[in-house]
């Protein structure tokens, strides 16, 4: 019999950057696990994300920071294992406090998808200095605003996804969206579906709010058949300002 503490509060990821001595934090964000509005429906492998995370106020992020990301890495360093490149936190921001619900040693998706447009420096720079153990500071920065990555999925989606439907609109987006492909294919010069998740939308704005509208203006230019896109990534952001 295992007995669990039972956590309950929003989730949350907290990614950073280390060197395995130097950690760096990134911009805070949150996924959006099930299929459906309101957080109903299966569970998939993420349908948005937006960051930063308003859940996640700077002192929230010092605490995570200092009682649990440089902990981790000093941990590992003192067992002889450098850790270097990305660690993710999966949060709940309990009534006690932040904890920990999962840790991944990868980028998170499709939280990387909003996080790292915000980054206002050089990812291959900081990258390479986590391998070389030369992580400074000042190479990583935040740009101000937020971003707002969007899912758009095939239809049956998570049971089953369909491929071969084709993909219209991606060049009409604007020019400053972020179009990320992950479950799409060329053939006969058109792109079409090849996965449950085909494409994250990414747009930046100067506050959430117009970072979730842009990203969704851009969603309807895009269309292909049995799509499925959930309309309120973003809202629980939004509804935490109020
Ligand atoms: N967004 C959850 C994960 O990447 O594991």
Redesign the pocket.
Known sequence: VVVEEMLTGPEC?LLAFTDGITVRPMATSQ?H?RALEGDLGPNTG?MGAYAPAPVMTPELVQTVYDTILVPVVQGLANEGITYQGCL?A?LMITAGGPKVVEF?CRF????TQAVLPLLDGDLAQIMYACTQGTLRRDMVHWKQGAACCVIMASKGYPASSHKGDVISGLDAVDDDIVVFHSGTKKADGLYQTNGGRVLGVTAMGEDLKAAIDKAYVNVRKISFDGQQVRSDIGAKGLRHLK
């Open positions: 990821s996924d696990k993420g993710y999966g991944n998170g998706d499709p939280e």
